[in-house]
């Protein structure tokens, strides 16, 4: 079975400090990975996506994450945070043989002033 | 603009009745999905449609019913049947067979009274 795993809940960081958003995934086919955002009583946003390739993907508002295949993690990173990055964050994986997309349960990051 | 439209953003539900949360889509998407939103659960799949006249269920189909006679349009009835409805409920959709992100509507918060 294919499950994603976000190691955290909740996340504080100060504002323009680094943060990382950790994510783990198993699955024993090829896979797709992608990282969203989600603000309050809103949709989920693409920031990021990884399908081949460079194993470092950028993404939109400064976010990058790094594809670990021996680790099977797929980490989100932002150098410096601003408090308009105030969200909820998922990770998710897919798959093609059924088009199901899988997410994780969301790390909530609070940026502190 | 395309974009995955779901209507209405509010609804509210007496205990015992049906009711319909619509989703429209205009970007020539094949795959349709419905997500179950609760806090600190992320995203659970209810249902998806790989193509018209065909649904799967999700993780937790019990108490929902869809329908896909449009390949614009994926309805979502959360029937009596469903213990616990409060939520928020997100539609999705994506090409078929591609490794592409799924795009998301504004979802639709539902409330029993």
């Known amino acids: 079975a294919q499950s994603v795993t976000q190691l955290d809940s909740q996340v504080p960081v100060f504002e323009e400090a680094p943060v990382e958003l950790r994510c783990n995934y198993s699955s024993s086919v090829s896979v797709y990975l992608f990282w969203y955002v989600q603000y309050p009583n809103q949709g989920l946003q693409l920031l990021l996506k990884y399908l081949s390739g460079s194993t470092l993907v950028k993404g939109i508002n400064g976010f990058e994450a790094e594809f670990n295949k021996s680790q099977t993690s797929f980490h989100l990173r932002k150098p410096s945070v601003h408090i308009s990055d105030t969200a909820e964050y998922f990770c998710?994986?897919?798959?093609?043989?059924?088009?199901?997309?899988?997410f994780g349960k969301g790390t909530r990051l609070h940026i502190l002033p | 603009d395309g974009g995955i439209t779901q209507s209405p953003k509010y609804l509210f539900r007496k205990e015992g009745q049906n009711v319909t949360l619509s989703c429209e889509q205009n970007?020539?998407?094949?795959?349709m999905y419905w997500y179950r939103q609760d806090p600190g659960q992320g995203l659970r799949l209810i249902y998806y449609?790989?193509?018209?006249?065909?649904?799967q269920k999700g993780d937790i189909a019990e108490g929902y019913s869809v329908s896909r006679e449009k390949k614009e349009s994926f309805p979502l009835t959360v029937t009596s049947a469903q213990k616990n409805p409060t939520a928020f409920y997100l539609c999705a959709s994506r090409m078929q067979g591609t490794t592409t992100e799924a795009f998301f509507g504004q979802g639709t918060r539902l409330t029993v009274v």
């Open positions: 970007l020539n998407h094949d795959a």
């Open positions: 449609s790989q193509i018209v006249n065909d649904f």
């Open positions: 998710a994986v897919g798959r093609n043989r059924d088009d199901k997309i899988i």
